[in-house]
Structure formats: C-alpha cells, structure tokens
C-alpha cells in the first residue's frame, strides 16, 4: 500500500472508535438524530481514507505503470480506476 501506512490505520482505528460508540448509542436506545449525525461523521472519515488511498495508489502504481510499465499493465490500471469511479458513483 503506497498510502500513509501510520495515517491511515490511525483514522481506521478513529473509525472503528466511532462504529463502537455508535453501537453502544443503539443498545442505550440514543436518540435518532444523534445516532444518524454519528453515521454522518463515520462515513464522511472513511470515505476521506479512501481518498488517501486511491490517490496514493493514482500517484505511486497508477504514474509508475503509465511512466514504464507495459502497454497491458497501463491499461489495466485505468481500467482499475475506471471501476472504482463507477463504485464511488452509485
């Protein structure tokens, strides 16, 4: 993984800090708008890790194939950010 390794695990384990609280707000019967406002917050930080690390991957694997890989291997990773652009769509 070409991405901030110690970056990236630290806002996975805020992450997964936040999915425990959230957890705990159910069993406590939280109110609603708080338990959403909480999802808000965990999905806008992972959806910010993901970012970290498709650029780290555009910038490292994506430029070195595009730079001196084979005509396959620059294909197929457009074709890799191609499908993860469709993902990040839906």
């Not at 708080?34 to 910038?59: C, F, P, Y």
């Not at 490292?60 to 005509?71: D, F, I, N, T």
């Amino acid at each position: 993984m070409m991405a901030d390794r110690e970056r990236t695990l630290r806002l996975l384990k805020t992450a997964r800090g936040q999915m425990d609280g959230i957890i705990k707000m159910v069993e406590d019967d939280r109110y609603c708008i708080d338990i959403s406002t909480q999802l808000m917050a965990t999905q806008s930080l992972i959806g910010r890790i993901n970012a970290d690390v498709l650029k780290a991957h555009i910038e490292h694997c994506v430029a070195e194939a595009a730079s001196s890989g084979s005509e396959q291997e620059r294909a197929q990773k457009i074709e890799e950010v191609e499908r993860i652009i469709e993902k990040l769509a839906k």
